[in-house]
């Protein structure tokens, strides 16, 4: 199989730390009881999980008993839709954006169906909101408004308190999808207006298969996963332990490293975006230069196509991706690109750079080196042409 | 990722026909060009056959790809097919015989392999001067939409 | 912490088989790619995701497109019934037991303030179910019957092709949740009556946090998680990679060593089992003798209390349960028994012993020298005795 490799593909998923593998260990081999279990070898584990839970709440800037743990982003954003509209059952209009990851938006799109008004807000050019129109769209009858902290494809962060500080003059309940935003933004939930927020491990050097659901301290909550009673009723189910120590440990990581770690990512971000932009024709960069995250550019090279190019880099083993990675298998072009008004001719031909802490600088190089060669000779197989 | 086979990713790393063939009214030879597709839709192909009067052999064949990994074998792979051929053997030519040429195309890239074959009619129309009925909202001259007018109905019926 | 014990809790969760251990670390350190992705570094790992599929329906019996993951027993409880329901709007009916696990029982109980009408069968004084009675409640309004293979609880196993017999006679979709029967009692869903069929990883060797639905093809399935359309559209979230492999490892070991570690369990059950009922004055087998799982047993002392059995057993590093695990803050003593009518003397006072195949006959012996000496304390304690 093929270990190594350039991985600038950190918003699909992250290398697991180290450290967090190692932490996790025990719990896989040896300590294996079950924390709900009556016997002291069951109970330790246990601990172990609330030790986690103040770990997790910790880089949110959250109390612990705010935490649940979910199995990842989807179940995550699932699950607190699910539960702010189960919570107030006689308002039916909910507020998300155009951008939003499919595990919310293909979720709103469903509850169409079962009598629910969605307003999709729009973004200009730049992948931004219009708080007029969220302003606009408010009304008493609004359960609960679910925008992403920061877009998975163009990194494009939202004025999040802006926004939340609108939703609570309106009473609704306000839900946050923080996958791509947490580790790389700072989080403090104690001075936030924000009810929930979703996060996924496997987007912060944990494992795939764990994340965690922040619920305020006094926010209604109806689980999506009902059973044994397991998170304190929240979320059933025999809670994923190893995954959980996993998770507890990378938000230790996290939030030791974030300010030197995002430093570093945004100057190598910064050095691949101006470089290519300034040596090879024809390419724009999709998203607002600043209200970005610090790790993530997404590159329009007008007149050949993304999956070309990919195939083109992983030749050179460089991982990159167009679009969002969930399904590969989809051959629509990205709706966030689209939402945003990207021309048919950048849109096509649009790849996203994703970096973390483990990128070096000579990876970079070694991006720049390639991709003038790649986007040339796919231009000279391309029918179409600048004039 | 893709299941592509070998041979996907050979003609698509290596292809060796790309580009176009200029007409330079060599006597007894005509150059007919077909295209399909738009950048709109994210697949184009435009295909440049150099033809001989007489015997109405394919003398050479270029083509231009917009579009994906499969869009470009498959491109390479017609022409390695139409080589050689008249236009009637061309005729016989199926995006299947282009996806088998390449070892199998996964099933929800059989339609790049229908581009090849679109461009292939259209580029022996104009050979041979026959008008073909345009799409329905065909006003956007020569690269025209027909991604989603190579047609549900016609992938389905391919593949 | 405490890394040994004779555990005997395998029906709460498992000890992970070293060799499931061995398979998922790769995946947790090197190929941490996303299977959906575009390079050859992601795609990889789905070849492997797809491995552990087979492997999966090999224990089952099986095909492989016929098995979606998720993130254990009480998702796919919850998915199972949740999907039968939406794929038939116009029934409102759900026949389920009194004795299933909570994570279809509460399920249950929710549903019915959601205008659905549930009939919970009743259960004998050995645990076993009345086909009769089942066949009395099955209408054409009868949307989905969801019973157990085994109870988690006494090991009870019920005909499970007797019942679907007459469930797929009245048209009613048949849920199975075997979350204790996989590994345990062979499986041949190519054979069966059974539409869809629930496992969990972490009974069977492979982690906590993984476990797999059997849905039966031609079935009409309607996702619980909703977003970027893994799993072929019906089990969206990025893959637990690592878990996926572990529970493909521990499926194929499963295989490998049911007849002989189930012969080995039973041999070694019965032994405990026998030599309690025949040395301790005034207990219990709760259960049907024969109809059994074979690694479990249930026993009731009489005028003695669970907990205060269960610690002094702590005390000597043995791990055994009362009732479920779920939710050990519980005090309600079980509802599987009480549904049994097990008298009060007895209820209160059950201990269950569930066996896997690292049990040995060391421990055992361990066991069988303690237990008198700790009922007797216990009782020269309890103001009842027997007369
Ligand atoms: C913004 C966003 N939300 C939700 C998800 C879903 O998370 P997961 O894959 O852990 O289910 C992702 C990542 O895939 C994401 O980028
Ligand atoms: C019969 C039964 N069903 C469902 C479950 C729930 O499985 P999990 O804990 O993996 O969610 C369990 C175990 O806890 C069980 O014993
Ligand atoms: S050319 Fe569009 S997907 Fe292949
Ligand atoms: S006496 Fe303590 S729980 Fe009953």
Redesign the pocket.
């Known amino acids: 199989m093929q270990k190594n490799c350039i991985y600038l593909d950190n918003n699909a998923t992250t290398k697991v730390d180290p450290e967090v593998v190692e932490a996790m260990l025990p719990y896989l081999t040896d300590y294996y009881g079950n924390p709900s279990s009556m016997h002291s070898f069951g109970g330790q584990v246990g601990k172990v999980v609330n030790q986690a839970r103040e770990q997790v709440a910790a880089l949110l800037g959250a109390d612990e008993s705010e935490v649940i743990f979910t199995s990842g982003g989807t179940e995550g954003d699932n699950a607190a839709i699910r539960a702010a509209l189960l919570a107030q059952p006689q308002k039916r209009h909910i507020i998300t954006t155009q951008v939003e990851h499919p595990a919310v938006l293909t979720l709103c799109k469903q509850l169409e169906n079962q009598g629910y008004t969605v307003t999709y807000l729009s973004v200009n050019s730049q992948g931004q909101l219009d708080l007029n129109e969220l302003e606009a769209s408010l009304t008493g009858n609004t359960a609960l408004v679910s925008i992403m902290y920061a877009n998975n494809e163009t990194g494009v962060v939202f004025p999040i308190e802006q926004i939340g500080m609108r939703v609570k003059e309106h009473g609704a309940l306000f839900h946050v999808d923080a996958v791509q935003a947490v580790g790389k933004i700072p989080m403090n939930m104690k001075a936030s207006t924000i009810d929930m927020l979703t996060m996924s491990g496997h987007k912060i050097h944990a494992p795939k298969g764990i994340g965690a659901l922040y619920v305020r301290r006094g926010v209604r909550f109806r689980p999506l996963l009902i059973g044994g009673g397991q998170e304190r009723g929240r979320r059933s189910g025999t809670p994923n332990v190893p995954g959980i120590v996993g998770l507890g440990k990378a938000a230790e990581l996290e939030l030791l490293h974030i300010e030197e770690a995002t430093a570093r990512e945004k100057k190598l971000r910064d050095r691949l975006e101006q470089t290519i932009i300034a040596t090879i024709p024809d390419c724009e960069v999709n998203g607002h230069s600043t209200q970005r995250l610090p790790n993530t550019t997404n590159i329009g090279f007008k007149y050949i ?1 993304g ?1 070309a190019i990919l195939l083109h880099l992983n030749k050179h083993g460089i991982c990159a991706s167009s679009g969002s990675a969930c399904s590969s298998g989809s ?1 629509e072009p990205s709706h966030v690109l689209r939402s945003m008004g990207i021309p048919y001719t950048i849109l096509h031909g649009s790849i996203r750079f994703s970096l973390s802490r483990y990128t070096t600088n000579a990876e970079i190089d070694t991006v720049l080196e390639v991709m003038p060669g790649i986007v040339e000779h796919l231009r000279a197989l391309s029918p179409f042409k600048s004039d | 990722m893709w299941d592509y086979t070998d041979k996907v990713l050979d003609l698509f790393y290596n292809p060796k026909h790309q580009g176009v063939i200029e007409d330079k009214d060599e006597p007894g030879v005509k150059v007919a060009v077909g295209d399909v ?1 738009s950048i709109a ?3 184009a192909l435009r295909l440049h056959l150099k033809v001989e009067q007489d015997t109405e052999t394919i003398l050479d064949a270029r083509f231009q ?8 074998a ?1 491109s390479e792979a017609l022409i390695e097919l139409i080589q050689g051929k008249t236009l009637d053997e061309a005729l016989k030519v199926t995006n299947k015989d282009i996806a088998s040429h390449l070892g199998g195309l996964p099933e ?2 059989m ?2 392999s229908v ?1 090849g074959q679109e461009a292939l009619l259209s580029a022996i129309y104009n050979y041979r001067g026959i008008k073909r009925e345009a799409h329905d909202d065909d006003d956007e001259g020569a690269l025209v939409c027909t ?1 989603f007018g190579i047609s549900e109905s016609k992938i389905r019926r391919v593949i």
Chains 1, 3 share one sequence.
């Open positions: 196509e999956e051959l | 597709g839709c994210g697949d790809t917009f579009g994906c990994t499969s869009a470009i498959s929800a890239k339609h790049c581009m991604c």
